[in-house]
Nanobody
Framework: QVQLVESGGGLVPAGGSLTLSCAAP????????MGWFRQAPGKEREFVAR????????YYADSVKGRFTISRDNAKSTVSLRMNMLKKEDTAVYYC???????????????WGQGTQVTVSS
């Protein structure tokens, strides 16, 4: 059974940085597109970033372009999200997910983690 596990969330002041990590034990990691999503209270889950199987190409939501960086280490079966210049509106539960497809849609992702809370204080 596959269960992704996120870590690294916490409380950070506006303008600060935080790095989230996701471990994927049991996943044939290199065969999946990996993505990050987030969900704020009362809102739908939204796409944040994704990365190709080899890690050569990335894609970001407009709201995080220039501030967030997604990366992966296939040898370690991990994917990370480096978040810089954090804003209050970045506050959300962040989820790691795996998909066979290059997509921004949550429904296209097959495996998910439990989420890690990121709170940006003002």
């Amino acid at each position: 059974q596959v269960q992704l596990v996120e870590s690294g969330g916490g409380l950070v002041p506006a303008g600060g940085s935080l790095t989230l990590s996701c471990a994927a034990p049991g996943l044939t990691f290199g065969t999946y597109v990996m993505g990050w999503f987030r969900q704020a209270p009362g809102k739908e889950r939204e796409f944040v970033a994704r990365i190709t199987r080899s890690g050569g190409t990335t894609y970001y939501a407009d709201s995080v372009k220039g501030r967030f960086t997604i990366s992966r280490d296939n040898a370690k079966s991990t994917v990370s999200l480096r978040m810089n210049m954090l804003k209050k509106e970045d506050t959300a539960v962040y989820y790691c997910a795996a998909s066979y497809d290059w997509s921004s849609e949550p429904t296209e992702y097959d495996y998910w983690g439990q989420g890690t809370q990121v709170t940006v204080s003002s």
